[in-house]
């Protein structure tokens, strides 16, 4: 059985990589429609990102988390690929809200430096590819069994 697959790239995005780990992580499995309203919340500054990677020196946030932020500019432009990703969807002919996020990979991109007089001081770039694969309800992940109790 083939599965269809929707997919986008972002490439040399102005953005941490190091945020965009984070972000990567917290939407990772998810579906569609859910990844993009998670991440309209941390723009709203209604839920954080809990940073379980790079959290050094960082403040606890409210909720059932240890340290987080609120990346705005990350998840500003990752919720932009996943619109991009959705109208690939579509274009493909999948089912729009069966879609789960299977892969989103963050990386490094080269760092050019600034021009002029802060030439010294390089720029943050990130490149990210994330794929979708529509889930129908015999391909969805099956509940774990709970384990018999013995009996005596």
Do not use: W
């Amino acid at each position: 059985m083939t599965t269809l697959q929707a997919s986008v790239q972002g490439r040399d995005l102005p953005i941490s990589t190091k945020h965009v780990i984070e972000i990567c992580n917290f939407i990772k499995g998810k579906s569609l429609q859910q990844s993009k309203r998670m991440l309209q919340d941390v723009m709203e500054q209604k839920i954080a990102v809990p940073f379980k990677i790079y959290k050094r020196n960082m403040g606890h946030k409210p909720g059932a988390m240890a340290a987080g932020r609120y990346p705005f500019k990350a998840s500003q432009t990752i919720l932009k690929l996943l619109n991009s990703l959705e109208a690939n969807a579509e274009n493909k002919g999948m089912n729009v809200s069966n879609l789960y996020l299977t892969m989103i990979m963050p990386n490094r991109a080269p760092r050019p430096f600034h021009a002029g007089r802060h030439r010294g001081i390089k720029m943050h770039r990130t490149h990210i590819k994330i794929v979708a694969e529509e889930r129908t309800k015999e391909t969805q992940k099956p509940e774990a069994k709970k384990p018999k109790e013995a009996t005596k």
